[in-house]
């Protein structure tokens, strides 16, 4: 459902986990982007299915310059039927100067990104499929 975000995310193509572990605090899922990198994922907080917290155990060589880490954090919640999702992307920048006039512009066309994601997902579960 995440389909680019160049040259940040080119697009997720898979994610994957250890092989026989499960979704937990601590364990490093690696995701496969679309111009063939691979970054890989730490959980930091999982409390199934209501949020998650992760943040970059490796990042694209892009990411790298830019910043010295990032974290995602997705939360859903219910209320009359419906499920609200809730999905935070913090961006802490190397220090330099460039970084910190970039980040303010790439978290903006980032929400934009993520947005286009979740509208995927919404699309998706409501087909049925």
């Not at 917290?53 to 990411?63: C, G, H, K, L, R």
Request: aromatic letters at 14%; hydrophobic letters at 45%; one cysteine or more.
């Amino acid at each position: 459902f995440f389909n680019v975000f160049f040259p940040l995310i080119p697009a997720i193509v898979e994610i994957t986990f250890p092989p026989k572990s499960k979704v937990e605090v601590g364990i490093i899922r690696t995701v496969k982007l679309g111009d063939g990198s691979i970054v890989k994922e730490r959980i930091l907080e999982h409390n199934s299915p209501y949020s998650q917290t992760y943040d970059m155990a490796e990042m694209n060589s892009i990411q790298k310059i830019l910043f010295s880490n990032m974290q995602g954090k997705y939360t859903l919640s219910e209320s009359n039927g419906l499920i609200a999702v809730n999905w935070d992307y913090t961006f802490f920048p190397q220090k330099s100067f460039l970084s910190f006039l970039l980040v303010p512009l790439v978290a903006r066309a980032f929400r934009r990104a993520m947005n286009r994601c979740l509208k995927k997902v919404k699309v998706f579960h409501e087909s049925g499929a």
